[in-house]
T-cell receptor, first 114, second 111 residues
Framework: EAGVAQSPRYKIIEKRQSVAFWCNPI?????LYWYQQILGQGPKLLIQ????????DSQLPKDRFSAERLKGVDSTLKIQPAKLEDSAVYLC????????????FGPGTRLTVL | QKEVEQDPGPLSVPEGAIVSLNCTYS??????FMWYRQYSRKGPELLMY????GNKEDGRFTAQVDKSSKYISLFIRDSQPSDSATYLC???????????FGQGTRLTINP
């Protein structure tokens, strides 16, 4: 079974630029999560999708962050404009009811904002 | 006060030692408790998953939950260099969704 795929793995941008991350969850997983992990901290949930609907985006900074999951499979997370404090690893995870809701994480995208 | 507190370490022990990792939490509504292992430049992977109080054992790993003290532990017996990683505790009110993570403890096992 293929795991959660994310791209790119690394991205360096200047502040005020925009950036997008892509996630392909495990096949058949209805629930998809985006987390932000700042260096030395645990992951923080940004947004949770159930199929193509948003379940929880209470911690998503909506003035600059947006996410979509069209067709209920792949998802993109966008930051526009980026700030220095957005430097972090962005993790995507997916889960399914049949797997007991266990979240499986991708390798993450490491973003550096200069 | 953070909902979940975890000593970030770093923790360094010799190979074969018993390792004890701990988290405390403030939200008494948490019912589900997890430990994740995260190798450098990788995503977290689930190690242990327990519901409510009690112990759970899986090979060299034992997870303990004491809800009365709001305290959870992960024990690693016969530690190996391959156990060197960051260990994250996570907990939730409802199943494995809406996880709240601790800061993570960086562990190094020295050969």
């Amino acid at each position: 079974e293929a795991g959660v795929a994310q791209s790119p793995r690394y991205k360096i941008i200047e502040k005020r630029q925009s950036v997008a991350f892509w996630c392909n969850p495990i096949s058949g997983h209805a629930t998809l999560y985006w987390y932000q992990q700042i260096l030395g901290q645990g992951p923080k949930l940004l947004i949770q999708f159930q199929n193509n609907g948003v379940v929880d985006d209470s911690q998503l900074p909506k003035d600059r962050f947006s996410a979509e999951r069209l067709k209920g499979v792949d998802s993109t997370l966008k930051i526009q404009p980026a700030k220095l404090e957005d430097s972090a690893v962005y993790l995507c995870a997916s889960s399914s009811y049949t797997s007991g809701d266990t979240q499986y994480f991708g390798p993450g995208t490491r973003l550096t904002v200069l | 006060q953070k909902e979940v507190e975890q000593d970030p370490g770093p923790l360094s022990v010799p190979e074969g030692a018993i390792v004890s990792l701990n988290c405390t939490y403030s939200n008494s509504a948490f019912q589900y408790f997890m430990w994740y292992r995260q190798y450098s430049r990788k995503g977290p992977e689930l190690l242990m998953y327990t519901y409510s109080s009690g112990n759970k054992e899986d090979g060299r790993f034992t997870a303990q939950v004491d809800k009365s003290s709001k305290y959870i532990s992960l024990f690693i017996r016969d530690s190996q260099p391959s156990d060197s990683a960051t260990y994250l505790c996570a907990m939730s009110i409802q199943g494995a969704q809406k996880l709240v993570f601790g800061q993570g403890t960086r562990l190094t096992i020295n050969p």
